[in-house]
Nanobody, 121 residues
Framework: QVQLVESGGGLVQAGGSLRLSCAAS????????MGWFRQAPGKERQFVAA????????YYADSVKGRFTISRDNAKNTVFLQMNSLKPEDTAVYYC??????????????WGQGTQVTVSS
């Protein structure tokens, strides 16, 4: 059983940056692909970014490509999401998740509790 705890959310002005972290415990971190998802009020959860087990391959939603960067540190059991040039439409609760395949957005088995990101205009 993998436990995931996100941190780093907050309130930022449009154009600003935030760095989210997700610390994993209870499993072999490098066995898992890691993903970030988000859910805005009244909307369905959407895929944001994912990274394979080694960190060598990354994947992004079109809406964040070029602005967000996902990375991982397997020695520290942590995955990061660097978010630059933030827009009000990025406002959401951000969740990290662990799964077997980075590109299988329906195959993430473990989820964190989420961290709120609010971007003011």
């Amino acid at each position: 059983q993998v436990q995931l705890v996100e941190s780093g959310g907050g309130l930022v002005q449009a154009g600003g940056s935030l760095r989210l972290s997700c610390a994993a415990s209870g499993g072999t971190f490098s066995n898992y692909a890691m993903g970030w998802f988000r859910q805005a009020p009244g909307k369905e959860r959407q895929f944001v970014a994912a990274v394979n087990w080694s960190g060598g391959r990354t994947y992004y939603a079109d809406s964040v490509k070029g602005r967000f960067t996902i990375s991982r540190d397997n020695a520290k059991n942590t995955v990061f999401l660097q978010m630059n040039s933030l827009k009000p439409e990025d406002t959401a609760v951000y969740y990290c998740a662990a799964g077997r395949e980075a590109t299988n957005t329906n195959g993430y088995d473990y989820w964190g509790q989420g961290t709120q990101v609010t971007v003011s205009s």
